[in-house]
């Protein structure tokens, strides 16, 4: 009864408790350890690994290779009032090339700034994870399994791994029952070598999500990037929408579009233990991910629909979690694909130290698709 009252009084006070309602820090990082520099100036550093092994099907049978998929270096601080930055770097040899070649290959992967003046009205501007899909805004170094779900991260051949450049506001308001994020992306951008191509009007990207947190301020999410596994920290219960969009794509003046629907639930039990589900509908138009036909001069495109359901359930006196997932994606001009993933994390010290095993099977037509069935380990560490 409180919590509707309180959601009754709240859109007639809103006038009046938007500009007294104070922001907390950014939530990106694990450990709080800082160095001071003065007053509202601070430097936090981090690293993130992550390393494994991995079998996989093939054409010619199994084939197995270690991996190192991670390995950032993070700086994250602030350096004044209500003004935070965050900066984060990755090595694409370590993804690609296990042969250490002495190439050079570090990139940007986050850099941000963030002004914070309200709880309602908040400001990034740089290289940081579209708001469209809950899959994607979630932090890399709390994902439930060893990979992100890239079918849930359209656009994902021109903003890589769901990340864009551009500037966003985001906000809660209601007690912290809404929160919103919308913003303006590079995204596909004019082919000046062949004007043809794509995007002739150099139009932006729009990328926006509204959810509803049910479990209101005890469940507010104050971080950028949520966590996609809470082990039994915190209490979450968020219903979300989101759209993405960019005019004039195609040489055709086709508008790529994307719509989703999402739910996230993440409950404490009373004897220390924890469960949580998450599941999502997306639908994609004039998606530009299949390529280019240098012979018709052509940017491919793909529409499709998709869903995924998972679920968990962490043991506090085992430290241990299981997990699964079911998820599918249907494509009008490919084929359709589903998949069923499977797997255990053991828990060294939370999101800092932690140990997964993860079996995934194909089920329809990407069975014939190398490497689509595996069996993975993956250490993770974070400090």
Not at 80 to 103: H, L, P, R
Not at 117 to 137: A, D, H, M
């Amino acid at each position: 009864m409180r919590f509707k009252m309180k959601i009754a009084f709240s859109a007639i006070l809103l006038f009046y408790i938007l500009p007294i309602s104070a922001v907390q820090d950014p939530e990106e990082d694990v450990t709080k350890a800082r160095l001071q520099l003065g007053n509202s100036k601070w430097l936090q550093l981090h690293y993130f690994l992550q390393t494994g092994y991995n079998v996989s099907e093939s054409g010619n049978g199994w084939s197995q290779d270690f991996t190192l998929d991670t390995s950032r270096l993070i700086v994250n601080g602030q350096v004044g009032e209500n003004i935070y930055f965050f900066v984060q770097t990755d090595d694409i040899t370590v993804a690609e090339n296990s042969k250490n070649d002495g190439g050079n290959n570090v990139f940007t992967k986050d850099a941000y700034i963030q002004l914070s003046p309200f709880s309602w009205l908040q400001c990034y501007s740089g290289i940081f994870k579209v708001p469209f899909t809950r899959e994607n805004i979630q932090s890399d170094a709390t994902t439930l399994f060893q990979k992100k779900n890239d079918w849930f991260v359209p656009m994902n051949g021109f903003a890589g791994d769901g990340r864009d450049l551009g500037f966003m506001l985001r906000g809660f308001a209601l007690y912290d029952v809404i929160e919103y994020r919308i913003g303006a992306f590079e995204g596909l951008r004019e082919n000046s070598s062949n004007p043809n191509v794509a995007n002739g009007d150099s139009f932006p990207r729009v990328s926006g999500r509204f959810s509803l947190n049910i479990a209101g301020e005890e469940g507010k999410e104050e971080g950028l990037y949520n966590s996609a596994n809470y082990i039994g920290k915190r209490e979450v219960f968020v219903i979300g929408i989101g759209a993405d969009f960019q005019y004039d794509v195609f040489q055709s003046r086709e508008n790529y579009l994307g719509m989703t629907v999402d739910v996230t639930a993440d409950q404490m039990l009373n004897w220390g233990d924890s469960f949580g589900f998450q599941g999502a509908y997306m639908l994609v138009k004039h998606n530009p991910v299949e390529g280019y036909d240098s012979a018709s001069s052509t940017l491919l495109y793909s529409n499709f629909s998709g869903y995924y359901a998972q679920v968990y359930y962490y043991s506090e006196t085992a430290k241990t979690q299981v997990y699964t997932r079911y998820n599918v994606r249907e494509m009008d001009s490919y084929e359709n694909y589903s998949e069923w993933t499977n797997g255990m994390t053991f828990y060294l010290n939370g999101h800092n130290a932690n140990f997964k095993m993860e079996y995934n099977m194909p089920l329809k037509e990407n069975k014939d698709i190398d490497g689509e069935q595996y069996f993975s380990v993956m250490l993770q560490l974070y400090i």
